[in-house]
């Protein structure tokens, strides 16, 4: 008796299409093999990504550095979709790739497996949206990008915030020195120009008391002319001899 395959094809409410679970599945399955040739760098690079909807996706299976099984000429591994919550895994046996089930799979259930998509350079928004994810689960992370270069990616932009925002505040932290500075200066300036005006009046009036005091001795001088003094003098004198 033949075994019923574990698997089906069909249009997936997640993209394109996807696989499916035939019957119930236990856990640690190998439900399906990725197959297709096995091709180097070179030729890789050649198929790339190809675009569908805005969306890119790519059906090549990196077994090691330079090598990737070509999906685009294998079986129906290559139409299962990534979720991030996923309920298969790959494993990867020798040069051969299998899907297997982490948990007990319910039949009708679309297979889905971490992609752990690998995109060089810095992950932008763009390139977030260009491999975005709709697998529906709670823990969704908007993207089949591996969630460990997110993280990365995500601690160096929490880097550049800091950064940034640490500039900012050692700028602002200068221009309110600055201004602190300057309000300073001008203050002291204000001091010693009321200091300064503050003695020209002070000089003024000195100036004023002494011109007074000039005039008071001159009219003293006026009232108390030195020989009528004399005269009192003699005549007092004059009268102790007479006693
Ligand atoms: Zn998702």
């Given at each position: 008796m033949k075994t019923q395959p574990y698997h089906s094809v069909r249009t997936s409410k997640i993209h394109g299409r996807g696989v499916f679970a035939r019957r119930p599945i236990r856990k640690g399955?190998?439900?399906i093999e990725y197959t297709g040739p096995i091709i180097n760098e070179k030729e890789a690079n050649k198929i790339g990504v190809s675009t569908e909807n805005g969306h890119s996706h790519t059906m090549l299976f990196q077994i090691d550095k330079k090598r990737c099984i070509n999906?685009?000429?294998?079986?129906?591994?290559?139409?299962l979709n990534h979720g991030c919550d996923p309920n298969c895994e790959t494993e990867q046996d020798g040069d051969k790739i299998f899907i297997k089930s982490i948990r007990a799979i319910k039949k009708g259930e679309e297979l889905v497996y971490d992609y752990h998509l690998q995109v060089p350079g810095k992950i932008t928004d763009k390139v977030r949206k260009e491999y975005?994810?709709?697998?529906?689960?709670?823990?969704?992370?908007?993207?089949?990008?591996?969630a460990e270069i997110l993280a990365k990616q995500a601690k160096k932009d929490d880097k550049k915030k800091k950064k940034d925002l640490a500039k900012k505040l050692a700028e602002l932290k200068k221009a309110e020195k600055k201004k602190l500075a300057d309000l300073k200066k001008t203050e002291k300036e204000k001091a010693a120009a009321d200091k300064a005006g503050k003695k020209k009046k002070k000089d003024k009036k000195k100036d004023r008391i002494k011109k007074k005091d000039d005039s008071l001795t001159l009219m003293v001088d006026k009232k108390k002319p030195a020989g009528k003094d004399k005269k009192k003098d003699e005549k007092k004198k004059n009268k102790k001899r007479k006693k």
């Open positions: 399955i190998r439900i999906g685009n000429e294998g079986g129906d591994a290559r139409y975005a994810c709709f697998c529906g689960s709670s823990k969704c992370r908007g993207t089949q990008i591996d």
